[in-house]
């Protein structure tokens, strides 16, 4: 076979682990060099394929390639930029099909969640009806956990580990204050479509007890009168009461607790974040001295707690997707499979990406306890095993040594893009 | 010389590192067992004096308080409990008097900032005044920062750590999605009076562009417009901005923004929180996509990524106090000095109580850069060694073990208290 030229693309939120699918994707493609050429990364996702944008990621040194794997976010940069349909899109896919060809590029691996696989799949299919076949590969990733088919997604394990041991910490810090100061703590952690984040948190509540002590999901309707009954109890019971908020929180209006600013719930305006709105209510209507915080980019950024699991599985789905285009595969995407047993073990799959596309996989109510505050035992038993092992990034001066590539862009061929 | 029993007590705010104090402490009072007999701790702090719940820490074996080195948060418990003076607290004084007359406690070790140590000294004065003399040593903490005399505070590094390195990882973030999405950040950190934790997220910044783009300290009053115009330079320059903003921060009329509700400069009333309304502004003036972060006690109980430094700093402290004591000195501070030389080297030194109590140690002019939005090298210089190097805790199923203890309590011998 003859070789041509890889393009690589990190699409939507960034998380702690990508980079190591990046790292997987190049070190794989390397080891293939009589039938790929160069490894182009668009900058900036699919918009660096758009603007003739394309990192070359040969002129990067095999120590670079190999710091991916522990350096968090995206190092290609990501964008927010869906493709829609052909009709839609049409000067979309035709700018994307002219920058491939220009580029010799047969080799598109599209490294994100639902939107992106379905941009691939559309690429695939486009590319044979217009005689310039391209091997489309997906790379799943989302700290949202909401692909279907993989038994779960590079991204999440990580984010899964950093709120369940922030929540153990500050649990403690307020198990220790909750005498003579702070009662109720609230953490707000991401999620806005479903519980799988907040849901993980339950993983340091071990014992009776335990921090933390309520999960609100949005899953779950809030139901103000009976929240508050539940941390009162707490609080008379333990001291204290922890509480961990999934942004995505819904009022029995259907709307986002944290869009309902100045409603009749609160009577507040409200800048957004629904922790301090909990935590308000908390102490208006119970009295109780509170703290809340708000995780934000920081639980998906936390590449220095990230999940050995986690990391492993990112970095699987990147060498396994360059595996599959080198065994002639096309519109799929790698997949993570539980195995069964009592022991953890996984191996990894693939998915058609017709079936992954555009759907999403929700959270089983099954995780959910009876009360809805909290998780079941079947619910420990997905999560437990992703936030297994540590794996720590190098340090220099007490910080963490993330990689910092050099982006050398591939010389342009066609005119420069207008659309975007 | 005779045997007596020791009393250990917490106090204040907590941190990732105080309990490497208590672990100094009690594996240092188990090595004079002709001298000290029971160390008890108080539990919730100088109120389990008050309360006569006293844990006898004798009850715990060798490998838990081992485990204290690697726990967060105060594990005996702490308290907000503030003496005052011998006139308006003489309840609390006699009360403290009997409760270590009764179990023989002739040696008082007390863990916290100024005000605690404004009490040690006091008891210590007050004993020999009423003929039962107990040997009083101060025991330095604060995640604040603020105490004088010593080099740093323990406590104070952790904190450091950890928001130089969410800071660093939340600026790959953005720096990934800013072409398309998110192009300011604002993570907001403790420090109400001074800016020391602020500026030591200033660490993360090594080159030019790196985060945090801008830090707002306490130390400068907030002008709107010179604010944004840095921003906007800033998103031009680079593309995004990462902003460090304090809890302390103050507007012109002297008050902390965060208690501006509703004020002109903002128009909007709020819950709480600079971050947010700091990112608002942003986004209400300059049309930026913005994210926002509120770490709150997430950053002082982040043992999991506790400074090495730090962590034996804080052991050492309490051990220094303990053979203070069995030296024969009375009414002092172990404190850290920084050995004049290049290379960062530290001892213990020892500082009078009496100058210690209620002395804030302000962070120097000299610190914060011509413009007020960063830090200077005189800054790094000092900051930099007190995050260096990793002290991590064990782990079992993917979640930190942190120290469980039995928490004993000895038996009652007085009436109930029923001041506090």
């Known amino acids: 076979m003859s070789q041509a030229n ?69 190092a290609f940069g990501s964008c927010r930029y869906k493709l829609k349909s052909w009709r839609e899109s049409a000067r979309e896919y035709d700018r994307l099909m002219a920058v491939f060809q220009a580029h010799d590029i047969r080799y598109f691996l599209y490294n994100g969640g ?58 403690l810090d307020v198990a220790s204050m909750c005498d003579s100061s702070t009662k109720v703590f609230v953490m707000e952690v991401m999620g806005r479509h479903a ?22 999901f949005p899953e779950v309707v809030f139901d103000r009168e009976r929240f508050l009954r539940k941390v009162r109890s707490c609080v008379d019971r333990h001291g204290f009461c922890t509480i961990v908020v999934s942004e995505g929180v819904k009022g029995p209006d259907g709307r986002f607790l944290s869009e309902a600013g100045g409603s009749d719930a609160f009577g507040h305006a409200q800048l957004g974040g629904v922790a301090p709105m909990i935590a308000e209510l908390v102490k208006q209507q119970l009295g109780y001295k509170h703290h ?8 998906r950024a936390a590449r220095h707690i990230a999940s050995a699991t986690d990391v492993e599985q990112a970095h699987a789905v990147g060498k396994a ?45 099954a995780y959910i306890s009876d009360d809805g505050f909290h998780i079941t035992a079947a619910a420990r038993d997905y999560f437990a095993p992703l936030i297994c092992g540590e794996d720590y990034p190098p340090y220099e001066h007490g910080l963490p040594r993330y990689a910092h590539l050099e982006s050398v862009l591939a010389e342009r061929k066609l005119p420069a893009w207008t659309g975007a």
Not at 27 to 35: G, I, M, N, W, Y
Not at 292 to 299: E, F, G, K, P, R
């Open 292 to 299: 809340w915080a708000v995780a934000d980019y920081l639980q």
């Open 6 to 74: 890889l393009f690589y693309a990190q699409s939507g939120g960034v998380t702690a682990v990508i980079n190591a699918s990046a790292c997987g994707v190049i070190e794989t493609a390397r080891r293939f060099p009589q039938r790929i050429g160069t490894v182009y990364a668009g900058r900036n996702g699919i918009v660096g394929a758009l603007r003739e944008e394309l990192i070359d990621t040969g002129k990067e040194p095999a120590e670079s390639i190999a710091a991916l794997r522990h350096t968090p976010a995206g």
């Open 195 to 216: 519980g799988w984040i907040a849901g993980a948190a339950g993983l340091a509540s071990e014992s009776e007890g335990d921090p933390p002590h309520i999960i609100l």
């Open 321 to 365: 997707a360059v595996e599959f285009a080198m065994a002639g595969k096309n519109a799929v995407m790698p997949v993570i499979v539980r195995e069964p047993g009592a022991e953890y073990r996984w191996s990894i799959g693939e998915a058609p990406l017709a079936e992954v596309a555009n759907v999403e996989k929700k959270m089983p109510a």
């Open 114 to 171: 639902g939107d992106s696989q379905d941009t691939a799949n559309k690429v695939a299919e486009l590319s044979i009806a217009r005689g310039f076949p391209i091997t489309c590969i997906g790379i799943p990733k989302t700290v949202d956990n909401d692909l279907p088919i993989t038994d779960n997604c590079p991204g999440f394990g990580s984010v899964a580990k950093y709120v369940a041991i922030s929540i153990r910490e500050a649990g």
